[in-house]
């Protein structure tokens, strides 16, 4: 008896570890990304954050994401303007406003390409990108996310480059250093230095900026003059 009895509680420990993990799907109606996650999945597009497609995905596999789909439904050749269609079906998990329980959603939505509306390096994979875009769009209904994914953007959208997401080089030691002297030089107090950071990289912890960021950031606060001077 004293084994069984171990052996349920063991059995009670190990479910309440499992629902420590569970999405809280009836207060969590947004989501507050890290300065890490933006790292990895940002991208500055004309000042704003935008995230990738990947990025998207990784916050839906969080609240519960079970599949995507994703078809052509439009081919593209010279009559439609070489422009190709994709549609992506969504399921996944959600709490029902009606029901107040977690229940199987399923969401879609499609995403156009050509050479055209591609940027210059996507351009020759551009079905592959109207596929891409379909993805994001479904994501973001299913995220409630209001924001254009950075795969939706052509070269007339973007004025600075974005990340390198599988080659992103952090910003290095000397850098960091030499921030903190700029800091303490132009005595910036940390609510104005948190509001360049947020402002310019969306972010407020500068460990995680890039070296070509971090460079941006060292020039910004060389040239910033205080407004009390």
């Known amino acids: 008896m004293a084994e069984e009895k171990k052996e349920e509680i063991k059995q009670v420990e190990e479910e309440k570890e499992k629902d420590n993990y569970l999405f809280d799907?009836?207060?969590?109606?947004?989501?507050k990304l890290s300065d890490k996650f933006k790292a990895r999945f940002g991208q500055n597009i004309k000042g704003k954050f935008a995230l990738t497609t990947e990025g998207l995905t990784a916050i839906a596999h969080v609240k519960g994401l079970k599949s995507l789909k994703t078809k052509i439904i439009q081919y593209p050749d010279q009559n439609n303007g070489n422009m190709?269609?994709?549609?992506?079906?969504?399921?996944g998990y959600d709490r029902s406003p009606i029901t107040h329980k977690v229940e199987e959603v399923e969401y879609s939505d499609i995403g156009d390409a050509s050479p055209a509306n591609c940027n210059k390096m996507v351009a020759p994979s551009f079905i592959r990108m109207a596929s891409t875009r379909?993805?994001?769009?479904?994501?973001?209904k299913y995220l409630n996310i209001d924001m254009a994914c950075a795969e939706e953007l052509t070269d007339d959208d973007i004025t600075q480059e974005g990340f390198d997401k599988a080659n992103v080089q952090l910003i290095t030691m000397e850098q960091l250093n030499q921030i903190k002297g700029l800091v303490m030089t132009k005595k910036l107090t940390q609510q104005t230095f948190n509001g360049i950071m947020e402002r310019v990289f969306h972010m407020e912890d500068y460990n995680n900026l890039s070296q070509e960021q971090g460079n941006q950031l060292i020039q910004l606060l060389?040239?910033?003059?205080?407004?009390?001077?």
Do not use: K, M, V, W
């Open 84 to 91: 190709c269609i994709c549609e992506c079906t969504l399921i």
């Open 134 to 140: 379909a993805t994001g769009r479904a994501l973001r």
């Open 25 to 31: 799907y009836e207060h969590a109606s947004s989501f």
């Open 222 to 229: 060389t040239d910033y003059i205080p407004t009390n001077q």
